[in-house]
Nanobody
């Protein structure tokens, strides 16, 4: 079992930066693949980024490539999403997720989800 708690969301102007954190509790955090997803009002949830296990390969959606970076600190049981050059279209609730399968993380079929944190980018 893994419990996930996101933090770091807020209101930022376009062009600004935020760093989201997702703290995990439970067992064996280091063996889980981790992902970030987002859902804007009236839209479906979409994949943003993933950090796989065991290869620690990072995957980033084309829509955020070059602006967002995912990283994980297994010693702190935390995964981060650094978001730079934010745009109004990045406004959404951001969720972190975990699963033993990297493939399931990349397709959003994760066993564990956080409660989400709101990111609002003003123009």
């Amino acid at each position: 079992q893994v419990q996930l708690v996101e933090s770091g969301g807020g209101l930022v102007q376009a062009g600004g930066s935020l760093r989201l954190s997702c703290a995990a509790s439970g067992s064996s955090f280091s063996i889980y693949s981790l992902g970030w997803f987002r859902q804007a009002p009236g839209k479906e949830r979409e994949f943003v980024a993933a950090a796989s296990y065991p290869a620690s390969i990072a995957y980033v959606a084309d829509s955020v490539k070059g602006r967002f970076t995912i990283s994980r600190d297994n010693a702190k049981n935390t995964v981060y999403l650094q978001m730079n050059s934010l745009k109004p279209e990045d406004t959404a609730v951001y969720y972190c997720a975990a699963d033993l399968s990297a493939g399931r993380v990349r397709t959003g079929k994760c066993d564990y989800w956080g409660q989400g944190t709101q990111v609002t980018v003003s123009s």
